[in-house]
Nanobody, 125 residues
Framework: VQLVESGGGSVQAGGSLRLSCVVS??????????MAWFRQAPGKEREGVAF???????TYADSVKDRFTISQDSAKLTLWLEMNSLKPEDTAMYYC??????????????????WGQGTQVTVSS
């Protein structure tokens, strides 16, 4: 299974970016898996930013609620993260993750799932 992120870049505060994650090689066993976006800033722990379950239920970290939107292709597992009103504290490497087969979202299970290589987002003030 391969996850490939794209769409990162450098923007000024208040700007927007749209991240994409293309998944290949995944074989459905029990429906769509939970997928998520995580991020890790230098010197900080990795944190879950947005999650979408197999039933399309979305949850967000408080720090990005009402600014970020996670969505997914209806036919494939392509994942997007629309990021608006970006702040310097959003600067981080952003990773796409997929659970191996669990459809509800559990961060610990996701840690053991499939991960992309990340895409850098830099927000300047």
């Amino acid at each position: 299974v391969q996850l490939v992120e794209s769409g990162g870049g450098s923007v000024q505060a208040g700007g927007s970016l749209r991240l994409s994650c293309v998944v290949s090689g995944y074989i459905y066993r029990r429906g769509r898996p939970c997928m998520a976006w995580f991020r890790q800033a230098p010197g900080k722990e990795r944190e879950g930013v947005a999650f979408i379950s197999g039933a399309r239920r979305t949850t967000y970290a408080d720090s990005v609620k009402d600014r970020f939107t996670i969505s997914q292709d209806s036919a494939k597992l392509t994942l997007w993260l629309e990021m608006n009103s970006l702040k310097p504290e959003d600067t981080a490497m952003y990773y796409c993750a997929s659970d191996r087969d669990r459809s509800d979202c559990d961060p610990l299970s996701l840690e053991r799932g499939y991960w992309g290589q990340g895409t850098q987002v830099t927000v300047s003030s």
